[in-house]
């Protein structure tokens, strides 16, 4: 089961509707690689310099900074940008149909949202019961509540839909969403001539549509590749003798 990452409030009007917060969605599995001596395949030490005074700064001297201007910074330390956050409340402020949203106005950010009622013998039943309706009409009206989620300073636009489950019951999806200013208007790009009917290209598309769409069926064959590259060359490694090391010479 998802771990769970957080909690909120749903504010419907004058109806607070508690829920906890978990990840909707993993990474892929990905390939990092590190900036190392060529020499020697080491790791170089990073690390953290004033460039007033040459000092190498440890983590409880760092601070954030805004940069007002060039070279001109003001500190704003952490508990003041935490206590910007000190109410998780998620304010609906509109219903709109789903289908109707411009996927262009979605992220990938998605987490999935359930009743927070408590784990104990005796559970929140207003709660529970505010929760189960609010997703139930969601999903029944096809519509998905647009809010603003305060965090770090900004208000995050999100989109809150329902799903049903295989037991028939709705939960709901949280969706970041973009603002109408963050997305480019399309008529920025050159378009093409007009399009003639026929051709190639429509025998391919009907070859190629279908009626439901698994996209695990298109595994990352790059990633799997780098696997087999790696996976050879540290075989490779392991066959070759070890560098003798270069005894110590001893102290005078």
Request: charged share 30%; proline share 6%.
């Amino acid at each position: 089961m998802a771990k769970r990452t957080g909690s909120a409030s749903i504010l419907l009007g004058l109806t607070r509707v508690p829920v906890a917060v978990f990840p909707g969605a993993q990474d892929p599995p990905r390939i990092s690689f590190s900036t190392l001596c060529k020499e020697h395949a080491a790791k170089p030490s990073q690390v953290y310099r004033c460039p007033v005074d040459e000092k190498i700064l440890e983590k409880e001297e760092q601070a954030k900074g805004y940069e007002l201007g060039k070279n001109r910074f003001l500190i704003v330390p952490e508990d003041e940008l935490a206590a910007l956050d000190t109410d998780p409340e998620i304010r609906i402020d509109a219903a709109f149909p789903l289908i109707d949203v411009d996927p262009r106005l979605w992220t990938g950010q998605v987490q999935y949202l359930a009743a927070d009622i408590g784990d104990g013998p005796v559970t929140d039943i207003a709660g529970a019961r505010d929760f189960a309706r609010f997703a139930a009409r969601l999903e029944e009206r096809g519509l998905v509540a647009v809010g603003r989620w305060a965090s770090r300073g900004t208000d995050r636009l999100v989109g809150i839909y329902s799903r049903s489950g295989d037991d028939g019951k709705a939960r709901l999806v949280l969706q970041g969403m973009r603002r109408a200013a963050e997305v480019r208007d399309v008529h920025e790009i050159a378009a093409a001539g007009n399009a003639e009917p026929g051709g190639e290209i429509d025998t391919i598309l009907k070859r190629l549509t279908v009626l439901h769409l698994d996209t695990g069926a298109y595994p990352d064959e790059r990633y799997e590749l780098t696997v087999q590259l790696l996976q050879a060359k540290a075989e490779q490694a392991a066959a070759e003798p070890s560098p003798k090391k270069k005894p110590k010479r001893a102290a005078r």
